[in-house]
């Protein structure tokens, strides 16, 4: 059983690698620029919460392969997960494109620097003027925090506790008020 479910994990992170670089799914909406053409970007946004649900979904899968019982998400995981979906919702609407936008009104889309070579830490951390310190900032915090999470799991499995990494309310703060930074920056790129 173990073995199976440790497969079946790989298989998950690797299934979102995989969908990463052969789909659509990281990428933001496709822009037509009169000058640049189509151009297309990967998304911060779309990037976390694919990043949390793949971290979680497989540390979930894992655990139940070390003891054949579910283990309960935890408010930790529940937080970590709303953080990422929200985050790629809220940077959805965002990023949708209303009635009155015009690509010919001189409104630059993110990222146009770079015209319509993607190229992925380039675009996540990037609006349309360059490399962002909230962008980094979100990036450097969410890579922390999953390191953390990753080695606090396999260390509690290790030790047959099992359960989800317990984070204080005021580390998720942390990560909560990365979040919103970001998006709030997003808000005002265009």
Not at 14 to 37: Q, R, W
Not at 76 to 104: H, M, Q, R
């Amino acid at each position: 059983m173990n073995i199976v479910c440790n497969v079946l994990a790989l298989l998950i992170v690797f299934g979102a690698i995989y969908l990463s670089y052969s789909t659509k799914i990281l990428k933001d909406p496709e822009v037509d620029h009169p000058l640049y053409g189509k151009i297309e970007m990967y998304s911060f946004a779309r990037t976390q919460g694919l990043w949390w649900t793949t971290l979680i979904g497989a540390c979930f899968v894992i655990g139940f392969g070390a003891n054949g019982e579910v283990i309960n998400l935890n408010a930790t995981c529940l937080v970590l997960l709303s953080i990422g979906v929200g985050t790629t919702a809220i940077g959805g609407i965002i990023d949708t494109p209303k009635d009155d936008d015009n690509a010919t009104d001189g409104v630059i889309p993110q990222n146009i620097f770079k015209k319509r070579i993607p190229h992925f830490f380039r675009d996540i951390l990037s609006d349309s003027t360059g490399i962002t310190v909230y962008r980094y900032q979100a990036l450097i915090f969410n890579l922390i925090f999953s390191i953390v999470f990753l080695v606090e799991f396999l260390e509690n499995i290790s030790n047959s506790k099992m359960e989800f990494p317990v984070f204080e309310k005021e580390t998720l703060g942390l990560m909560g008020i990365s979040a919103a930074t970001y998006l709030g920056m997003k808000a005002n790129e265009k």
